[in-house]
């Protein structure tokens, strides 16, 4: 059967640079069955010109199995949506509903299902006739969970590193752009981690665990953890974090498996900022998220403090955040505790924010000055020469790295 009906696919709506990361670090299903309309290419484009479109077109019917039960469907559409036609609720909080999707670029393997028997991302597969999709809880946790990650030797990191691939957020200064919104790749079961840390081959005693956001898929962190811990019981595990998922319960689980030391990253106090700071648009979750990235900051300090090690990270570019918020801020982590640990990092110039100007060391002492005068006790500056610098859309290279 044909139908015709409204579809969204992605397109460019003005001329990009040529980068190549849609072509080179999207899974993308285009080249072998068309666009399905997923979104993955339009979140990781530096310029910010890859869209989606609603076009009328005619479609072939297929018939997959949703748990059992035969259902009918357009062709050349994404597993989620197929879930999302019939009736599934997809949900960008945990819990929230009955598939949870945070990234939508393919990432962090949260959205995850059965699929002919093997666990894909819901996100980005197509769907093809015949196709037997089960979404049960039960039958999912019998398999281990999976995400892409990239490894990064300890230069210019002081410690051996992974970074998770997806996040919750949209920063148009995200500085890790290129390794946030790939999608391409092997995807990563908690058992093997080790072996792209290194373990076994290079002796350490502390790792870190960035991304991305590594908190999106939370068995696969919890186990991840675990594993290392089971097969080093000294080394020191460091959780970079945006907090916008941490609830109490998952803190003390992450504690229990093992990490020791966190940073979270509190972008803004202030609603408008967090919004333009993080992309987001839908006001209520982006109040939500930004509530639970203070509400973790406290629980940490008032329950784990002389357990974990915690700094609060406040990325800073004066263009957003106005001195008078930033007072806010540090008045608001001054309340929690005037000895909590604040790094400030430059916001650099990168992405879809790659106009900006570089800050100058002037510009990061007047911010430790306003967080000082606060109330905060300890601010450390990170920017400059202290930081990587984010990759340039036109120097992105194919390349891969030996351990």
Same mark, same amino acid.
């Given at each position: 059967?044909?139908?015709?009906?409204?579809?969204?696919?992605?397109?460019?709506?003005? +001329?990009?640079c040529n980068c190549g990361f849609c072509q080179s670090f999207v899974a993308c299903s285009a080249r072998k069955v068309g666009c399905i309309g997923c979104g993955a290419c339009q979140y990781g484009c530096p @310029?910010?010109?890859?869209?989606?479109?609603?076009?009328? +077109? +005619?479609r072939k019917e297929i018939t997959i199995?949703?748990?059992?039960? =035969?259902?009918?469907?357009?062709?050349?559409?994404?597993? *989620?949506?197929?879930?999302?036609?019939?009736?599934?609720?997809? &949900?960008? *909080? =945990? @819990?929230q509903g009955d598939i949870f999707a945070p990234c939508?670029?393919?990432?962090?393997?949260?959205?995850?299902?059965? %699929?002919?028997?093997v666990l894909e991302r819901s996100c980005i597969t197509p769907v093809a006739d015949g196709m037997d999709i089960v979404t049960e809880k039960t039958e999912l946790q019998k398999h281990p969970p999976v995400r892409i990650i990239t490894p990064m030797r300890p230069y210019p990191h002081f410690i051996p590193s992974l970074f998770t691939h997806g996040c919750n957020y949209r920063c148009g200064a995200c500085h890790n752009w290129e390794i946030t919104f790939a999608s391409a790749g092997s995807l990563i079961v908690p058992k093997n981690v080790h072996v792209y840390l290194g373990f076994g081959r290079v002796k350490t005693n502390q790792i870190g665990i960035s991304g991305g956001e590594p908190t999106l898929n939370r068995r696969w962190l919890v186990d991840s953890i675990k594993d290392l811990r089971a097969r080093n019981n000294r080394v020191m595990i460091q959780l970079d974090t945006n907090a916008s998922l941490l609830s109490p319960e998952y803190i003390d689980e992450l504690v229990e498996v093992g990490v020791t030391h966190i940073s =979270? @990253? #509190?972008?803004? #106090?202030? *609603?408008?900022?967090f919004m333009d700071l993080t992309g987001l648009s839908d006001k209520e979750l982006a109040e939500t998220l930004l509530k639970a990235s203070w509400n973790a900051v406290k629980y940490i300090q008032e329950v784990y403090h002389g357990r974990v090690f915690m700094v609060v990270a406040i990325p800073y570019r004066p263009e957003v955040t106005s001195k008078e918020e930033l007072f806010e801020l540090g008045k608001a982590l001054s309340d929690i505790d005037p000895y909590i640990p604040v790094n400030v990092v430059e916001y650099q110039p990168a992405f879809r924010w790659r106009d900006w100007r570089g800050l100058q060391k002037e510009d990061m002492d007047e911010a430790r000055g306003v967080l000082e005068e606060a109330? %905060?006790? &300890?601010?450390?500056?990170?920017?400059?020469?202290? #930081? =990587?610098?984010?990759? @340039?859309?036109?120097d992105l290279v194919l390349g891969t790295e030996e351990f």
């Open positions: 059967m044909i139908m015709k009906r409204m579809f969204r696919i992605a397109v460019n709506v003005e +001329e990009c @310029d910010g010109v890859r869209e989606l479109k609603d076009i009328l +077109e +005619e199995r949703i748990n059992g039960d =035969p259902v009918a469907v357009p062709e050349r559409i994404s597993v *989620l949506k197929a879930l999302e036609l019939n009736g599934f609720k997809v &949900s960008r *909080l =945990p @819990d939508r670029s393919g990432g962090c393997g949260s959205c995850a299902v059965l %699929i002919n028997g =979270p @990253d #509190i972008k803004a #106090i202030r *609603l408008k900022t109330g %905060i006790k &300890s601010v450390v500056i990170q920017g400059g020469a202290g #930081i =990587p610098r984010a990759l @340039d859309p036109l």
